[in-house]
């Protein structure tokens, strides 16, 4: 394949990395002969000028080609929603209707793009909230594993909403406002639930479901910058840890199927509170003989807080029926 076919195609992915699944549905497909040749196209430099000249002469119809076919590699990762901000602009280069991405969202009302990368983020962090269930831990000391993750999702949505408040300050203040049990039963406390055969773990739907309550609670309180009576927090929290149990259903299988993919994302996050107790690369996971499931994919007046350097990853506060669980479920 031409080479200035094969960096508009790649070009999402210049200065990434491609899981082992992706080398080799790239190889294949771009009939790309070597690891070394690929990582030669990956390395190029994210010129937008260059790719722009290379686009005008391209048809419509193959730009629509390319980026789908993109938009396919991208989706093989299972965090792959976290690159959906880079698709959208590589849509506008291509000059794509929003009709002709796949996208089931405008991607050129940015109302509709903010709330795509809000519901990646709570997805994303509950499926990792979720995997830790699956995973025992020495008891209580390991009460401020999910602290960190929980903290990296919170500054991602109120930096998403424009929020300057301190992801800590947030989480005493949900404490405090919904009152200590119920926050608390979704985190602490069920980090001493023992689980036969297991050992002590977190019960995966509380996990899940808490860290999904948490996401949509901290974009309401951003959207009306902390003034939230402390009657709508709870009914927010309560309605949505509900709906949190509902999407760990469906997405059990997958969370299970993805473990080991899921728990070591948590490992990026280990170490933002190097403060606190968080989680120990040494310990080692068990062997879940329990269940059996294919690898495969799945069908108070805010302070102001400092800057934090953080990494986004976007589910909804209502139900609904866009939820999947294949290869795109993000």
């Given at each position: 394949m031409d080479k200035d076919i094969l960096t508009v195609i790649l070009y999402p992915f210049f200065g990434g990395s491609l899981n082992a699944k992706q080398r080799e549905y790239v190889k294949t497909n771009l009939k790309i002969a070597t690891d070394a040749e690929l990582d030669e196209i990956l390395a190029g430099e994210a010129d937008e000028e260059k790719l722009s000249k290379i686009i005008e002469n391209i048809s419509s119809p193959d730009r629509i080609k390319y980026f789908a076919l993109a938009k396919s590699i991208s989706e093989m990762d299972t965090f792959a929603g976290a690159s959906s901000a880079k698709m959208i602009k590589y849509a506008k280069l291509?000059?794509?209707?929003?009709?002709?991405?796949?996208?089931?969202?405008?991607?050129?009302?940015?109302?509709?793009?903010?709330?795509?990368?809000?519901?990646?983020?709570?997805?994303?962090?509950?499926?990792?909230?979720?995997?830790?269930?699956?995973?025992?831990?020495?008891?209580?000391?390991?009460?401020?594993?999910?602290?960190?993750?929980?903290?990296?999702?919170?500054?991602?949505?109120?930096?998403?909403?424009d929020f300057e408040f301190d992801a800590k300050e947030f989480l005493k203040t949900a404490g405090a406002t919904l009152g200590a049990g119920v926050v608390f039963r979704f985190t602490s406390k069920l980090l001493c639930n023992f689980v036969p055969f297991l050992g002590w773990a977190i019960n995966s739907s509380v996990a899940f479901a808490g860290c999904y309550a948490i996401g949509i609670v901290a974009r309401r309180y951003a959207e009306e910058k902390g003034a939230v009576s402390a009657d709508s927090l709870k009914d927010i929290f309560e309605k949505a840890a509900d709906d949190g149990k509902i999407e760990f259903a469906k997405l059990k299988d997958f969370i299970l199927a993805k473990k080991e993919e899921l728990i070591n994302e948590l490992k990026k996050y280990s170490g933002c509170c190097k403060n606190e107790e968080t989680f120990y690369e040494d310990k080692e996971e068990p062997t879940d003989t329990r269940n059996s499931v294919k690898d495969e994919e799945p069908p108070s007046t805010p302070k102001k807080r400092k800057s934090t350097k953080n990494t986004k990853t976007s589910t909804t506060e209502e139900k609904g029926d866009n939820h999947k669980i294949d290869s795109d479920f993000i």
């Amino acid at each position: 394949m031409d080479k200035d076919i094969l960096t508009v195609i790649l070009y999402p992915f210049f200065g990434g990395s491609l899981n082992a699944k992706q080398r080799e549905y790239v190889k294949t497909n771009l009939k790309i002969a070597t690891d070394a040749e690929l990582d030669e196209i990956l390395a190029g430099e994210a010129d937008e000028e260059k790719l722009s000249k290379i686009i005008e002469n391209i048809s419509s119809p193959d730009r629509i080609k390319y980026f789908a076919l993109a938009k396919s590699i991208s989706e093989m990762d299972t965090f792959a929603g976290a690159s959906s901000a880079k698709m959208i602009k590589y849509a506008k280069l291509l000059g794509l209707k929003s009709t002709e991405t796949g996208f089931d969202f405008d991607i050129y009302d940015d109302e509709a793009v903010r709330t795509n990368e809000f519901e990646t983020i709570v997805k994303n962090f509950s499926l990792i909230s979720g995997a830790v269930g699956f995973i025992p831990f020495v008891p209580v000391s390991d009460i401020f594993i999910l602290t960190p993750l929980q903290i990296v999702m919170i500054n991602s949505i109120f930096r998403l909403y424009d929020f300057e408040f301190d992801a800590k300050e947030f989480l005493k203040t949900a404490g405090a406002t919904l009152g200590a049990g119920v926050v608390f039963r979704f985190t602490s406390k069920l980090l001493c639930n023992f689980v036969p055969f297991l050992g002590w773990a977190i019960n995966s739907s509380v996990a899940f479901a808490g860290c999904y309550a948490i996401g949509i609670v901290a974009r309401r309180y951003a959207e009306e910058k902390g003034a939230v009576s402390a009657d709508s927090l709870k009914d927010i929290f309560e309605k949505a840890a509900d709906d949190g149990k509902i999407e760990f259903a469906k997405l059990k299988d997958f969370i299970l199927a993805k473990k080991e993919e899921l728990i070591n994302e948590l490992k990026k996050y280990s170490g933002c509170c190097k403060n606190e107790e968080t989680f120990y690369e040494d310990k080692e996971e068990p062997t879940d003989t329990r269940n059996s499931v294919k690898d495969e994919e799945p069908p108070s007046t805010p302070k102001k807080r400092k800057s934090t350097k953080n990494t986004k990853t976007s589910t909804t506060e209502e139900k609904g029926d866009n939820h999947k669980i294949d290869s795109d479920f993000i």
